[in-house]
């Protein structure tokens, strides 16, 4: 598959499945934080405020002036942090309905003068370099046809001293007790890369080589798939209320496929076969 046949299907799917997500769930497209163990019960939309402030707590973000969100959704993240650091933010997204959502909606919060929204390829972004002290990427990363390119583009924009944060879905990393990914494994990846658009997933310790190379300090990673496991299981549940499934039928078939495989990412999870890393680096 061509990079702009990828880039074409993702924007197709977050296109046709961002607004019922918004209905069903808000703003926030991505897992929810349930606890070190994943045992905490908690609403579903709080589990998600969670995630975003457990990982600037874990990142040792106190404060930033220049966002950037990479893979910005609906501008749930990039307007919470906005706020949050009362901060000039920027989010760039594949899909024009995307990013005319969140403009509508940082209009609604009473923050245009704060935040922007554009339609830009995460690979190739049309900002300068040295542009921002904080790049923040929550779950886009598994979207990237080339994961180095992404990281150097991170880099790229980021001032000296500035700050990468990354949390993004990953495969289990190979290991002498566990040995290669097996057909099996690589098939059920298979699928899950098939209905949610991706081109590939890597593992946490092949983001970390990459993210060292290209010359990112002070890095940390972490496996947070225990946290944020129950999630799916709350979305299977949510999707399946009345009102949602009236509103999914209308959204096509790719976003019915979508709903309708929720549960290849919970026995992924269960499996230990899907992981949920997270990355942190300073630019030199």
Partial sequence: MTSNTLKSQI????????????K???EHMHH????????EKKGRRQAQIDLIEELLNWGEVKQASQILDVGCGIGGSSLYLAEKFSAQATGITLSPVQ????????QEAGLV???????????????????FDFVWSMES????????????????VLKPGGIFLMATWCHRPPMPATGPLTADEQQHLGEIYRVYCLPYVISLPEYEGMARNLGFENLRTADWSDAVEPFWDIVIDSA???????????????TVEAALSLGLMSR?????????????????
């Fill in 99 to 106: 990013a005319s959502r969140a403009s509508a909606r940082a």
């Fill in 141 to 156: 990363g598994e979207h990237m046809p080339d994961k180095e390119k992404f990281l150097q583009e991170c880099y790229r």
């Fill in 113 to 131: 003068d704060k935040v922007s929204f554009q339609v830009a390829d995460a690979l190739d972004m049309p900002f300068t370099d040295d542009s």
């Fill in 268 to 284: 992924g999870y269960r499996r230990g076969l899907v992981r949920y890393g997270l990355l942190c680096g300073i630019k030199g």
């Fill in 240 to 254: 399946l209320e009345p009102a949602a499934i009236v509103d999914l039928l209308q959204s096509g078939w790719t």
């Fill in 11 to 22: 924007r197709q799917f977050y296109d046709a499945s961002s607004g019922l997500w918004e």
């Fill in 32 to 39: 929810g934080y349930y606890g070190p163990s994943g045992r």
């Fill in 24 to 26: 069903v769930w808000g």
